[in-house]
Each structure stands twice: as C-alpha cells, then as structure tokens.
C-alpha cells in the first residue's frame, strides 16, 4: 500500500515516498491495517507481513526498511528470535527493527536487543512517537549531501577535489574566477567554502575578507587549502576570518573528515537560526524570506506559484480540552504531514500559533487546491491521541497565486481572506482566492 503520491513533471507537489519503507509483522491484521493506514497519511510506503517468516519476501532488498515486530513473540518461538536477529545481521545499516510490546519489563528488553531491536516501544503505540523514532533511525539515511563552494583556478585541482568529495557523498559548486565569487554564494548557499590561498591575480585573504565583509556569510567556515609553510602567514590567514588549513599534497581521508565535521555543525547552526524550536519547520521571518525569493524566482522564469495558508480548526478548544502538550503534538503532526507529504523543493513554514503556510512553485492554482484537500483529507484521520483517549481534528486552508498577486505581502494577504472565507464557510475546506 502506497499512500504517497508521485510527484508529476506537471508541477504536482506530492512526493514520491523514496527509500521510506515500512514493513509491519503483527498478529492482527485489523491492527496492522490500522497501523499501516496510519503510517500512509504521513506518506509511508508500507507492506503488511501475514507472517514474520514472510518478512525476507517483504522486506526490499534493494532499500532502507523499518520493520516493525511484536516482541512478546520473542518469548513463544526461539525460530522468531533467531530469524530476526539474522535479518537483521545481513542488512545492519539498511534494516532496523522495532519490537513493540504490552509489556515493560526488562527481560523483554533485553531478549529483543539480543534479536536485533534497535528501538523497543510500548503500547498504546502513539503514531508521533512511532514516526519520531523512525525519523531517528533512518535519519542518516535521507540526509541532503553537504554543499561544498570550491574557489581554485587550478582545473586539476578542482577536479581532484571534486572527486575526492564526491565519493564521500558531498557535493560541489566551483568559482575559478573570484569575479563571479558572490552570485554563487548566493545561488549555492554551500555549507563550506574551500579556497586557495595562492591563486594568479588574486589570494585567499583577500577573498575571505570580502567574505566576511557580508552578514550572510559570517558563519560559513572558510578552510584554505596551501602549501604554505609559514606559520605567521596561516595566523594572519585565521585572523582575516578563516577557520582552518589543509596542507597539499591533500589527504583525501583528512580532507573529508574535516569538512564533513564543519558543514554539519553550519548546518546545525543555520537549523536552529532559521526553524520554528516546536515543529522543525522555517520560522515566520524565513518563510517570508523564502516566499520572497520564489516570487522573485516565478517573475524572472515565468512559472506559477501558489501560496497556502493554512489553521487548524478549533485548537484552542484542543488546548483547553486535552492541555498544551497534546496541542504541541497536534501542531508537529500537522508539520510532519507537510514535511512529508510535499516536495523538497516546496517552501513550509509555521506562520504563527496553529498556522502554516506553504509555497509551491510552478503549481497553478487548480493543482495546489487539489493537493491541499488531499493533505487535508489525511490531517483529518490522523488519529490524535490523549491519555489513551483517541480525537481527530481538521484544518482549513486558503490560497493565493502568483500571478494574479504580484508581491508577498499581497500574496499572503490574499491567502489569508480565502482562510476566513473557508472558516466562514464551515471549516475542513480549502478556498481559493
């Protein structure tokens, strides 16, 4: 069963569910209906199991694949134990079982550990939490590769360097002309710029300090690559706002390790400068930023563009029924949903208290209707869950376009008026300005 749909080269913003498989083996297949359902809202592609000895027919060879077990089975048949410890041991980054059990005891624990688990869950499973422990497992798994911003005038160099980081899964935008050094910065937004110190008509002091010169660089690590010997040259180099050297002749393995370790931690940083704390999404400042660039994108290319406001209907009642913390829950499935269910390429943000907005770009107005009722179809049976009390709740959408409205404010206040005519009209609607 595969809830997600493909994304058409028509503009469709629904993705295509990718490496996300999630095979489920437990003894009730209503439940494991139920689950499997459940999952596919948030864009899963699942495969029910009849029975664990089925699971090496079900689970993908070729792809990452979460496999959710009963660990209570554990106990009743050493063959069960047995199979999925050496399930697990022939595909150990590929395959990750979680047991889920009635049942907190330590022995339980241990016997799954021993045959396999990498995560142990109790029931009533809470699908967030169930999600939230997928994301932890195959994180690595569906991260972007790191951006690296190359400034050499040596085309063999580069190329060594490209290759070097390719095959550690990075990837690279090349300046060997200084003189077209910041529209690619700005195109690119690597999350490390490697530049050589000597180059003809030009050095990498120089150019580090017109990096820094600019606020939106300032946090970019900058490492020179020389055959510099000179220690007070290097000092001066750091002192102009470089982070670190690599000595030629390059060592591929140091060169890797050293700029895997400072693009994460940029990219760490920038996470937290540019999300919403709660649900991981971009916060109100950037969302605007963002949509501003893809009109900007739209105006200069001619595309489409489409911006969603959407609220959740009735939370605060949500909060004075249930508490802050279900609502906060409630909000990160919302943003979960979002996230999973829209392109990459696709602008997601938390507007404000229980409101979203979204851009998509090259989506006309019909498609971007249609892809918001079918994300508001699977918001509203998601099965929200309070001290083992289960509740659902709906959300309403308006939408704006691009070019009927030609400026981000217009265009957000535009989406905004079809909001209120959709929560006039009786909420769990989307309207269309």
């Known amino acids: 069963m595969n809830h997600k749909r493909a994304a058409a080269d028509t503009g469709s913003a629904l993705t295509d569910s990718g490496q996300r498989l999630v095979c489920i083996a437990i003894a009730d297949p209503a439940a494991a209906a139920d689950l499997s359902d459940q999952l596919g809202f948030f864009g899963f592609t699942t495969r029910i199991a009849a029975h664990w000895s089925d699971l090496p027919s079900v689970v993908d060879t070729t792809r990452t694949a979460v496999v959710i077990l009963e660990a209570e089975a554990l106990e009743r048949d050493s063959k069960y134990a047995t199979a999925m410890r050496d399930l697990k041991d022939s595909r150990p980054e590929s395959v990750f079982l979680i047991y889920i059990s009635s049942s907190d005891s330590f022995e339980l624990r241990l016997i799954s550990v021993r045959s396999g688990g990498d995560a142990f869950l109790l029931r009533p499973l809470e699908i967030a939490r169930l999600i939230d422990k997928i994301d932890s497992l195959m994180g690595s798994q569906d991260r972007e590769p790191y951006h690296v911003l190359v400034v050499n005038d040596n085309p063999d160099e580069v190329s060594n360097y490209a290759h070097i980081l390719q095959s550690d899964d990075m990837i690279t935008s090349v300046v060997s002309d200084p003189r077209h050094l910041f529209p690619v ?128 209907d009735h939370f605060k009642s949500v909060n004075d029924t249930y508490g802050h913390l279900t609502g906060d829950r409630v909000l990160k499935s919302l943003a979960r ?92 609607r989307v309207t269309v300005a």
């Open 185 to 312: 910065l700005i195109e690119a937004k690597p999350e490390l710029i490697l530049i050589d110190m000597h180059m003809a008509g030009w050095n990498g002091i120089e150019l580090t300090r017109l990096i820094r010169q600019q606020e939106t660089f300032i946090g970019v690590p900058i490492i020179f690559v020389s055959s510099e010997k000179d220690i007070e040259k290097r000092l001066e180099a750091i002192g102009y706002g470089g982070d670190d050297f690599v000595s030629k002749p390059v060592v591929p393995r140091y060169l890797n390790a050293l700029l895997r370790l400072r693009a994460a931690r940029t990219r760490h940083m920038r996470f937290f400068m540019e999300r919403d704390s709660l649900t991981g999404l971009l916060n109100h400042s950037n969302l605007r930023e963002k949509l501003g660039a893809e009109l900007k994108r739209a105006e200069r290319i001619g595309n489409s563009l489409c911006f969603c406001m959407i609220d959740i």
């Open 337 to 428: 949903l979002l996230h999973d269910r829209l392109r990459k390429t696709d602008v997601v943000g938390r507007y404000g208290g229980e409101e979203f907005g979204v851009a998509l770009f090259d989506t006309g107005l019909q498609q971007a209707e249609k892809i918001m009722n079918e994300i508001r179809d699977s918001f509203s049976q998601i099965r929200q869950q309070f001290q083992g009390k289960e509740f659902y709740v709906s959300l309403s959408c308006g939408i704006g376009s691009y070019p009927e409205y030609r400026t981000v404010g217009d265009l957000i206040e535009a989406a905004d008026r079809a909001l209120y005519e959709a929560k006039e009209r009786g909420r769990n």
